[in-house]
């Protein structure tokens, strides 16, 4: 179970929007709330430089595009929220790096940092309100905080977690939560919701009638699925949907590496440009014989060129390749990454309709089972009877 709520982030009042991106990002990544770190995975960017990456993108966005309004909206933010006890901080970052990433389809960069310092469990997703790319700005349409909820809900599901009872109506439309009819065409991802909500109350005809009303319909649909994709067991279906799971963990694993790699291009960039603009003052530094003075005067730049300077030394060979092959190496990555999230985002799609399926028919199933359990139990009992009559 997962509670979910999408915020935009304005500029802080009397903050810079590079100040209001630094104090927005330095809460969510509290090494505190994150365990030194520990739980946090980002897209697009490095961790350690997400907001100043942000920023870049928000520069080239006003420079080309438009200039900043008042009030201007500089990010968003998800918090996912799960129930105490049910996930561990690993599954929780990871199921929030999946909801951004089908949320943001892979044009915004984001972070996701998982807080342990309450009873439960939750994310901090923040994304850039520019895209990477610095051409356009995100869209808040009318009914996204609904999406975000029913993208966790799917996630919930496809993870074995439990998904919140939907509020009542009037609850619903007086906390602007209610969609209007026909808004989501794909009603087939509604009825996992109605399954959990039903076997829940599970007692009175309420629910003999709904099953009835299920299996008339819903397995009607299964059965057209099946036919249209030429399955012709469960096991063929199992079969399907363990194979695009696994390709859908691969891709992840794949991406997952590509990010690092990217992260390790941009550091190195970064370095370079570090270096290059700070190496006069600690030039300047060893001339003044390491003076106290010059270095509190000269502190901060200092501090950057000795970063640097460690990220040189650790570099293979001690040495980094120059900048015009980073950038060439970072379009590469950057490009394969971008097909795969393609070819991840259609498995995904198709994906669903073959749980769906399977899902139905482990319910029919189940209730086959049960009725063969009656059935033996009230032939036991008749058998008994009669041996207690002769």
Known sequence: MAATRLMALHIVRDRTLAESLKERMDYTEDELKTEQKRYISTYGCDIE???????LSHREYHANVRDIRKKEIIAYQIRQSFKPGEITPEKANEIGYELAMRFTK??????????????????????NAISMDGKKKFRNFYYSGIAVRRLSDVLC???????????????????????????????????????????QEGKGKGYVN????????????????????????????????????GKVRQLMDSMKAKEALLAENKKYQKAIVDYGRTRKTFVAYKKSGYSKKFYEEHEAELLIYKAAEEVYKNAPGRKIPPMQELREEYGRILAKKKAEFLEYAQIKKDMN????????????????????????????TRNSHQKDVL
């Open 210 to 245: 709904w099953a009835k009303k299920f299996n008339a319909k819903q397995m009607a649909k299964t059965i057209l699925f099946l036919q249209e994709h030429k399955i012709s067991s469960y096991e063929e279906l199992k079969a399907i949907t363990d194979e695009r799971s």
């Open 106 to 127: 892979g044009d915004y960069a984001f972070t996701v940092c998982t807080h342990t310092d309450k009873k439960h469990i939750h994310n901090h997703i923040v994304f």
């Open 157 to 199: 599901g496809e993870n074995g977690l439990s998904i919140i009872k939907p509020a009542p109506y009037a609850e619903r439309k007086k906390n602007g939560r209610y969609s209007r009819k026909g808004h989501f065409s794909d009603k087939r991802l509604e009825f996992l919701k109605d399954i959990e909500a039903k076997v």
């Open 353 to 380: 309709e073959y749980l769906i399926a399977k899902k139905n028919l482990e319910l029919l199933y189940q209730q086959e089972e049960e009725k063969n359990e009656r059935e033996g139990r009230d032939k036991r």
């Open 49 to 55: 430089t997400a907001d100043e990456e942000f920023l």
